[in-house]
């Protein structure tokens, strides 16, 4: 069936459908990741999004429940060159489409994907829509009335509505409160394996309910960090209460809000399983995932410094507090999908809880 590709500056581009023949709206933006297609659908952080995949054929290895990052698919929409319609791997439960299908997911496929990544990255990323059927001049309309995801607050359309405990949470010895703010199943594993009883909160949770915990990890998610009140104002008491906090992604960019510094939306951001971040102290290169399109202005102010860059455009990857135990980074240390060469920081935060816990007790 004839789909097409509306932008918002006018651009269409036509192909086919695969998944389900509805429509589909957000912001177009494009994943470099050569693999891993079901995690970034499955990964809140694309919510209200429409992800084009630039790896040509997505697709081979089908989908199995066991990779799933939520409970469903967050992106809207996917875009890919060539959908591949015979999965080829013993792990496979159903093909990609036959999920998307399932869970009302639309996907165009058979169009120009270098063309449209050029764009995106020549004027940005701006809102589209996938439509069925051939062009007409009210499906730009429609996406012209699509909201701009500066001033959008998504973390609490994905954020889980009531408090849960995740995984094995006997014979730990540290109790970890999770912001969630988007949080991928990823990273709560992450925790769990490197020694923590995880506990995770809505996002809106005031600082009252989580002061019985020993430490504290603000979550990825999508959306804008600025119009995040709520949780910008708990980050400020979890600072003020001294206890150790870890913030990946979005919780990154809210911890820089709640030390007063500001952030700003990336001309396409940074998404992919490629992109190069440096240690400043050590000198040593990583190669991360990452899903962000917002990023932190960081003035040196508020305690905090600067631990991270990225290698492509410089902008800030992480920072340390010089006075606690409080860590940052903007990219995906949890993988999934991904290089893991960052994996190392959850047990490091482990390793920093238990020290400033030892440290207490002299």
Known sequence: MTTVLVLANGMVFKGRSFGARTEAFGEVCFNTSMSGYQEILTDPSYQGQIIALTYPMVGSYGVNEMFNQSDRPQGAGLIVKQYVRRPSSHTAQATLAEYMIDRGVPGIEGIDTRKLVLTLRSEGAMNGGIFQGDYNPAMLEKVLSLPSMEGLDLANVVSTKQP???????????????????????????????????????????????????????????????????????????????????????????????????????????????????????????????????????????????????????????????????????????????????????????????????????
């Open 164 to 362: 849960y405990t995740f995984g094995d949470a006997s014979n730990k010895r540290y109790r970890i409160a999770v912001i969630d703010l988007g949080v991928k199943k990823a990273i709560l594993q992450q925790l769990n394996q490197a020694g923590f009883a995880v506990h995770v909160f809505p996002a809106n949770t005031r600082i009252d309910q989580l002061k019985d915990f020993d430490c504290y990890f603000l979550s990825n998610g999508p959306g804008d960090p600025e119009v995040l009140d709520i949780p910008i104002e708990t980050t400020k008491a979890l600072l003020d209460s001294g206890k150790p906090l870890f913030g990946i992604c979005l919780g990154h960019q809210v911890l820089g809000l709640a030390r007063g510094w500001k952030t700003y939306k990336l001309k396409f951001g940074h998404r992919g399983a490629n992109q190069p971040v440096q240690n400043i102290k050590s000198k040593r290169v990583e190669i991360t995932a990452q899903n962000h399109g917002f990023a932190v202005d960081a003035d040196g102010a508020g305690g905090l410094e600067v631990s991270h860059t990225n290698l492509n455009d410089q902008t800030v990857e992480g920072f340390r507090s010089l006075h606690g135990p409080v860590i940052s980074v903007q990219h995906h240390p949890e993988a999934n999908p991904g290089p893991r060469d960052s994996q190392y920081m959850f047990s490091d935060f482990y390793k920093l809880v238990d020290e400033w816990y030892c440290e207490k007790l002299k």
